[in-house]
Protein backbone atom coordinates (compact mmCIF):
# COMPACT_ATOMS: atom_id res chain seq x y z
CA UNK A 1 0.00 0.00 0.00
CA UNK A 2 3.14 2.21 0.40
CA UNK A 3 3.67 2.39 -3.42
CA UNK A 4 -0.04 3.39 -4.08
CA UNK A 5 -1.24 6.77 -5.63
CA UNK A 6 -4.74 6.22 -5.16
CA UNK A 7 -7.02 3.36 -4.06
CA UNK A 8 -10.58 2.52 -4.88
CA UNK A 9 -12.52 0.24 -2.87
CA UNK A 10 -15.30 -1.31 -4.64
CA UNK A 11 -18.34 -3.31 -2.28
CA UNK A 12 -21.49 -4.97 -3.70
CA UNK A 13 -24.35 -3.22 -2.24
CA UNK A 14 -26.12 -6.33 -1.82
CA UNK A 15 -23.94 -7.95 0.18
CA UNK A 16 -23.59 -7.02 3.43
CA UNK A 17 -19.85 -9.45 3.66
CA UNK A 18 -18.56 -7.53 0.94
CA UNK A 19 -19.49 -3.72 2.58
CA UNK A 20 -17.37 -4.90 5.49
CA UNK A 21 -14.48 -6.59 3.51
CA UNK A 22 -14.13 -2.63 2.13
CA UNK A 23 -14.32 -1.09 5.87
CA UNK A 24 -11.26 -3.54 6.49
CA UNK A 25 -9.86 -2.75 3.64
CA UNK A 26 -10.06 1.25 4.27
CA UNK A 27 -8.90 0.65 7.90
CA UNK A 28 -5.73 -1.10 6.58
CA UNK A 29 -5.04 1.61 3.94
CA UNK A 30 -5.82 4.74 7.19
CA UNK A 31 -2.91 2.40 9.10
CA UNK A 32 -0.81 2.09 6.35
CA UNK A 33 -1.23 6.05 5.95
CA UNK A 34 -0.41 6.70 9.69
CA UNK A 35 2.89 4.20 9.83
CA UNK A 36 4.49 5.89 6.57
CA UNK A 37 3.92 9.95 8.01
CA UNK A 38 5.80 8.68 10.85
CA UNK A 39 4.48 12.10 13.21
CA UNK A 40 4.68 14.09 10.44
CA UNK A 41 1.52 15.75 9.22
CA UNK A 42 0.53 14.94 5.80
CA UNK A 43 -0.76 17.78 3.93
CA UNK A 44 -1.63 15.99 0.70
CA UNK A 45 -3.68 13.14 1.46
CA UNK A 46 -3.67 10.12 -1.30
CA UNK A 47 -7.29 10.02 -2.97
CA UNK A 48 -9.57 7.10 -2.20
CA UNK A 49 -13.00 6.62 -2.77
CA UNK A 50 -15.45 4.18 -1.89
CA UNK A 51 -17.86 2.65 -4.19
CA UNK A 52 -21.44 1.01 -3.35
CA UNK A 53 -21.79 -0.95 -7.09
CA UNK A 54 -24.60 -3.24 -8.19
CA UNK A 55 -27.08 -0.10 -7.72
CA UNK A 56 -29.08 -1.66 -10.27
CA UNK A 57 -29.88 -4.03 -7.98
CA UNK A 58 -32.19 -2.14 -5.06
CA UNK A 59 -34.53 -4.50 -4.78
CA UNK A 60 -31.78 -6.89 -3.27
CA UNK A 61 -30.07 -4.00 -1.11
CA UNK A 62 -28.73 -5.13 2.25
CA UNK A 63 -26.63 -2.13 2.81
CA UNK A 64 -27.95 1.22 2.65
CA UNK A 65 -26.46 4.43 0.92
CA UNK A 66 -26.10 6.41 3.91
CA UNK A 67 -24.22 3.53 5.53
CA UNK A 68 -21.37 3.86 2.75
CA UNK A 69 -22.03 7.65 2.61
CA UNK A 70 -20.81 7.31 6.77
CA UNK A 71 -17.82 4.36 6.31
CA UNK A 72 -16.55 7.16 3.67
CA UNK A 73 -16.54 10.36 5.78
CA UNK A 74 -14.68 8.11 8.89
CA UNK A 75 -12.38 7.76 6.53
CA UNK A 76 -11.99 10.86 4.97
CA UNK A 77 -12.54 9.69 1.64
CA UNK A 78 -15.33 10.53 -1.66
CA UNK A 79 -18.29 8.45 -1.54
CA UNK A 80 -20.61 7.11 -4.85
CA UNK A 81 -22.99 4.47 -5.53
CA UNK A 82 -22.70 3.28 -9.24
CA UNK A 83 -24.21 0.57 -11.30
CA UNK A 84 -21.41 -0.96 -13.72
CA UNK A 85 -24.52 -2.57 -15.70
CA UNK A 86 -26.18 0.37 -16.83
CA UNK A 87 -24.25 3.27 -17.05
CA UNK A 88 -20.29 3.23 -17.70
CA UNK A 89 -20.19 6.97 -17.54
CA UNK A 90 -20.49 6.92 -13.98
CA UNK A 91 -17.75 4.93 -13.62
CA UNK A 92 -15.73 6.56 -16.33
CA UNK A 93 -16.29 10.00 -14.71
CA UNK A 94 -15.09 8.57 -11.30
CA UNK A 95 -11.65 7.25 -13.01
CA UNK A 96 -11.22 10.55 -14.32
CA UNK A 97 -11.86 12.66 -11.09
CA UNK A 98 -9.81 10.20 -9.05
CA UNK A 99 -6.81 10.26 -11.98
CA UNK A 100 -7.00 14.20 -11.56
CA UNK A 101 -6.90 14.15 -7.89
CA UNK A 102 -3.77 11.60 -8.11
CA UNK A 103 -1.58 13.84 -10.75
CA UNK A 104 -2.37 17.06 -8.33
CA UNK A 105 -1.25 14.68 -5.39
CA UNK A 106 2.12 13.57 -7.49
CA UNK A 107 2.69 17.16 -8.91
CA UNK A 108 2.45 18.87 -4.84
CA UNK A 109 5.17 15.78 -3.92
CA UNK A 110 7.58 16.51 -6.65
CA UNK A 111 7.16 20.16 -5.91
CA UNK A 112 8.37 19.49 -2.32
CA UNK A 113 10.73 17.58 -2.88
CA UNK A 114 12.43 19.99 -5.80
CA UNK A 115 12.18 22.75 -3.32
CA UNK A 116 13.92 20.55 -0.56
CA UNK A 117 16.11 18.85 -2.73
CA UNK A 118 17.67 22.41 -3.99
CA UNK A 119 18.15 23.72 -0.55
CA UNK A 120 19.92 20.43 0.20
CA UNK A 121 21.97 20.67 -2.52
CA UNK A 122 23.13 24.50 -1.26
CA UNK A 123 23.53 23.27 2.59
CA UNK A 124 25.93 20.12 0.72
CA UNK A 125 28.20 22.83 -1.24
CA UNK A 126 28.50 25.36 1.88
CA UNK A 127 29.56 21.81 3.86
CA UNK A 128 31.57 21.28 1.52
CA UNK A 129 33.46 24.34 0.75
CA UNK A 130 32.63 26.27 3.97
CA UNK A 131 33.57 29.91 4.74
CA UNK A 132 36.59 31.33 3.11
CA UNK A 133 40.23 30.25 4.75
CA UNK A 134 42.59 32.75 5.00
CA UNK A 135 45.49 31.48 3.12
CA UNK A 136 49.06 30.97 5.23
Not at 43 to 60: R, S, T
Amino acid sequence: MEWADGFIVVYNISDRMSFLNAQNILCQINQARRESSKGEIVKMDIPICLVGNKQDLCHARQVCEEEGSVLAQEYRCQFQEVSAAEDYLDIFNLFTKLIRQVMENLKYRADRRRYNGSKSVAKLITNMFGKRRKSV
